[in-house]
Nanobody, 122 residues
Framework: QVQLVESGGGSVQPGGSLRLSCAAS????????IDWYRQAPGKQREMVAS???????RYEDSVKGRFTISGDTAKNTVWLQMNSLKPEDTAVYFC????????????????WGQGTQVTVSS
C-alpha cells in the first residue's frame, strides 16, 4: 500500500530553521506532484509549497523567500527547507501527493501523511 512518511518537525525560536522530509513509498506507478500543507488550530488547511514532476515549484505568498521545496523524483522524496521561521508558521504540516498506485488505473489519487508539528515560539 502507498504511504507518505514525514519527518523533521519540532520546536524552534523565531528566526530559526527546520527541514521537513516526505517520502512516498509502496507500490507506485506514477507521482504527479508532492505538496506541503499546514493547518493551525482554528484555521483552514492551506497549501504552502508544491513541486511537480518537472521540478516547477509554487509557494504561498506568506512563505515566499523563506521556504524552499525540493525533491528527488527517482526516490519520490521531497524536502521543505524552512528558514526565518515566524510564530505564525506554527501549525501541523502535512505532506500530500497525487499518486497512481500499481494497478490503480489511470487516475491520480490523493494521499496524505500523518502530519508533523512545527512550533515557533520564544
Amino acid at each position: 500500500q502507498v504511504q507518505l512518511v514525514e519527518s523533521g518537525g519540532g520546536s524552534v525560536q523565531p528566526g530559526g530553521s527546520l527541514r521537513l522530509s516526505c517520502a512516498a513509498s509502496g507500490s507506485i506507478w506514477s507521482v504527479s506532484d508532492i505538496d506541503w500543507y499546514r493547518q493551525a488550530p482554528g484555521k483552514q488547511r492551506e497549501m504552502v509549497a508544491s513541486i511537480d514532476r518537472g521540478g516547477s515549484t509554487r509557494y504561498e505568498d506568506s512563505v515566499k523567500g523563506r521556504f524552499t521545496i525540493s525533491g528527488d523524483t527517482a526516490k519520490n522524496t521531497v524536502w521543505l527547507q524552512m528558514n526565518s521561521l515566524k510564530p505564525e508558521d506554527t501549525a501541523v504540516y502535512f505532506c500530500h501527493a497525487l499518486i497512481i498506485p500499481l494497478g490503480g488505473g489511470r487516475s491520480f489519487r490523493d494521499y496524505w501523511g500523518q502530519g508533523t508539528q512545527v512550533t515557533v515560539s520564544s
